[in-house]
């Protein structure tokens, strides 16, 4: 029997489990002792999803074993990964792995060089870190390297774990973050979502700076969509200050493409206030904008009159795209 053979019989009993969950917690334990990174992956997923708390000791061990030679014994980092998403579902509260994971680096081979596989790892012990017995002071202190990560993937997920901490020490972190920038724009738009997430008026304030005319285009259209899903009125506010300012053609449509994301009602009034002052492409967007939003029952009816009201052969076809139900 090949060895790829073997391995997906190895892994179908563990599916097996879910079906038999009162033996399953012997026979994880046993599983995650096994040699094979890949297979200890799908062992400790089915721990979590099965929350068998008892096994924690077990996730921790076969933790330290894959930091040995790692490379040969864990590639990709699969059975780390796994075993970290697994402590935070089981919400453990002991640091010691995820500190081990924060600090992790795995270079490997990839072809023209080597690659660090260890980012997504470093990113789930950040987040997982958050609900350690830790004070908030010590829990950022270990957060504070991940956003200046190499690693992109590292960066937003311990933006996403600031945020998830709601520590307002945490905001001054993400504002020297996004004042100092980075590479890529997505993960400004982490940074500027986490701040909001905070729920400080001050930095709803703070996030709108990067709305305004001289910003990289790209962060401005980040900033446009992290106010959006802000529950803040504040927040809707600036978006409408700026839709009267200078805005390019390009962020006008992210602005209204994205207020069709946002919680508040009033979005859906301010859009449908739009539609009724404006036409041609920037009425389409708004159509298109509308048909997307959660409020589109509600609004469905007046799209429909101030529609019939502008006569526009191009608008009753987005319509048609938009609110298909109501042909």
């Not at 402590?87 to 994971?101: A, I, Q, S, T, Y």
């Amino acid at each position: 029997m090949s060895g790829k053979v073997a391995l997906d019989k190895k892994i179908e009993a563990l599916r097996a489990l879910r079906d038999s969950p009162e033996s399953a917690e012997k026979d994880l334990r046993r599983a995650l002792q096994d040699r094979n990174g890949f297979f200890v992956s799908k062992a400790a997923a089915l721990v979590g999803e099965l929350h068998l708390t008892a096994l924690v000791p077990d996730l921790e061990s076969a933790f330290e074993r894959f930091l040995k030679d790692p490379v040969k014994t864990d590639p990709q980092c699969w059975a780390k990964i796994a075993i970290a998403k697994a402590l935070h579902g089981l919400e453990h509260k002991d640091p010691r792995v995820f500190l081990l994971g924060l600090s992790h680096v795995q270079r490997e081979p990839v072809w023209g060089g080597d690659a660090d596989t260890a980012g997504p790892l470093r990113g789930a012990c950040a987040i997982g870190l958050v609900q350690c017995r830790l004070t908030d002071l010590e829990i950022l202190g270990h957060l504070t390297a991940g956003l200046a990560d190499a690693e992109k993937i590292v960066r937003l997920d311990t933006a996403s774990a600031i945020a998830a901490l709601g520590s307002e020490t945490g905001a001054l972190l993400l504002r020297l973050k996004t004042l100092l920038g980075d590479r890529e724009p997505d993960v400004m738009g982490q940074c500027f979502v986490a701040l909001l997430d905070l729920g400080s008026p001050t930095d709803v304030r703070f996030v709108a700076r990067f709305v305004s005319p001289g910003q990289d285009e790209d962060i401005q259209s980040e900033a446009i969509a992290a106010l959006a899903q802000a529950k803040a009125e504040s927040a809707l506010e600036v978006l409408q200050t700026a839709w009267r300012g200078r805005l390019s053609h390009i962020l006008r449509r992210a602005l209204i493409l994205s207020l069709a994301g946002s919680p508040l009602p009033a979005s859906a009034d301010f859009l449908l206030s739009v539609l009724k002052e404006e036409s041609g492409e920037t009425a389409e967007w708004v159509i298109e904008g509308l048909g997307l939003s959660r409020f589109r029952g509600r609004v469905e009816a007046q799209v429909r009159l101030l529609v019939d009201q502008q006569d526009e052969p191009k608008l009753r076809q987005a319509f048609s795209r938009h609110f298909p139900a109501s042909l």
